[in-house]
């Protein structure tokens, strides 16, 4: 009898940390990794700065294979980050005289600690503008009008002038990425043809960790 009271109390413990740690979120916060412990402080002197914590966790810290790391315990993980900057938001071609290419261009920077990489694209296309480019080059040859996107830059994914579509894949990379810029140049070139109005689009770029 006295047996079973011991391993019942011994099931207990080893449960209770698999209840409690889980990323938590709310309207206003995101917690995304936490421990139950019993102890543990945040301590600093003018060139570290510690954090511990005691019981409630084993099997800490990295473990690699060939294919995975598993970083084990809060104090292990590392959330990852992605940011996209944009150095504008605004592309303005005024009204081009026909058959001249106007171009203006962005540069679109994303920054990850993803170890898979990222892949930047256009994920929505809204709005009105010329005919999209058919043969790779935003040139107004035979009197076309022509609109499309350029990328340059050490991983830009295509290299003609490409239609403005949902899903196009601008940039993508397969390491983690610091200032990794892409330049988007958009050029349009109008025929005399072209019929008189304003033309305006919007485009929804996302970055997104592979
Ligand atoms: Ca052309």
């Keep these: 009898m006295r047996l079973s009271k011991t391993l019942l109390v011994i099931a207990l413990i080893l ?35 510690v954090q511990d914590s005691i019981g409630g966790e084993v099997a800490l810290g990295s473990n690699t294979s060939t294919s995975y790391e598993i970083k084990a315990g809060y104090q292990s993980i590392e959330i990852g980050t992605l940011t996209l900057n944009l150095d504008s938001n ?4 005024g009204q081009p005289a026909a058959g ?7 540069v679109a920077t994303i920054d990850t600690n993803s170890e898979t990489g990222y892949s930047l694209s256009v994920s ?19 009197s076309t009008e022509e609109y499309g996107l350029a990328v340059s830059g050490s991983h830009a994914a ?5 239609a403005i579509v949902a899903n196009l894949v601008l940039a993508s990379s397969v390491t983690i990425a610091s200032g990794d810029a892409t330049t988007l140049t958009f050029k349009a070139v109008r025929s005399a043809n072209t019929a008189a109005q304003s ?4 485009l929804v770029l996302t970055a997104a960790a592979n």
């Design 124 to 142: 929505s296309v809204s709005g009105s503008s010329l005919t999209a480019v058919g043969d790779g080059a935003v040139d107004g040859v035979g």
């Design 100 to 106: 001249v290419v106007v171009i203006s261009s962005l």
């Design 158 to 162: 295509y290299v003609t002038d490409a």
């Design 15 to 49: 449960l209770l940390p698999g209840v409690a740690q889980a990323a938590m979120s709310s309207a206003n916060y995101f917690i995304y990794a936490d421990s139950l412990d019993y102890g543990g402080s945040e301590s600093t002197s003018t060139s570290n700065n």
């Design 90 to 93: 605004t592309i303005n071609f």
């Design 199 to 202: 033309y305006s689009q919007t």
